[in-house]
């Protein structure tokens, strides 16, 4: 059974940079998509960015396009989300996803997504 958890989120103010981890355990990501969401209080689950296992896929919200990098090193078995110029409006919390599918074109859509951390909160003061 795969488990992910996610690390690095804090409060940081407006303009600033945070770069969250997600650690997998319980077996090597190998194959797999990841990807990261984020969910705002009263809001729905929204996509924040892809990755695939080799790297040769990656996508992002248009929200965070130019500010935010995913990354893995499928070494430690970890993904990032660097996430630059932070702006209020990207408050939320942010969950690490894998998918057990392997995709044509990796989704977007959260109900994709098999495995899930615990999520992480970023808090991005004006």
């Known amino acids: 059974q795969l488990r992910l958890v996610e690390s690095g989120g804090g409060l940081v103010q407006a303009g600033g940079s945070v770069r969250l981890s997600c650690a997998a355990s319980?077996?090597?990501?190998?194959?797999?998509?990841m990807a990261w969401f984020r969910q705002a209080p009263g809001k729905e689950r929204d996509f924040v960015s892809v990755i695939n296992w080799s790297r040769s896929y990656i996508d992002y919200g248009d929200s965070v396009k130019g500010r935010f990098t995913i990354s893995r090193d499928n070494a430690k078995n970890t993904v990032y989300l660097q996430m630059n110029s932070l702006k209020p409006e990207d408050t939320a919390v942010y969950y690490c996803a894998a998918d057990r599918a392997i995709r044509t074109t990796p989704s977007r859509r959260h109900t994709a997504y098999e495995y899930w951390g615990q999520g992480t909160q970023v808090t991005v003061s004006a």
């Open positions: 319980g077996r090597t990501l190998g194959t797999n998509t």
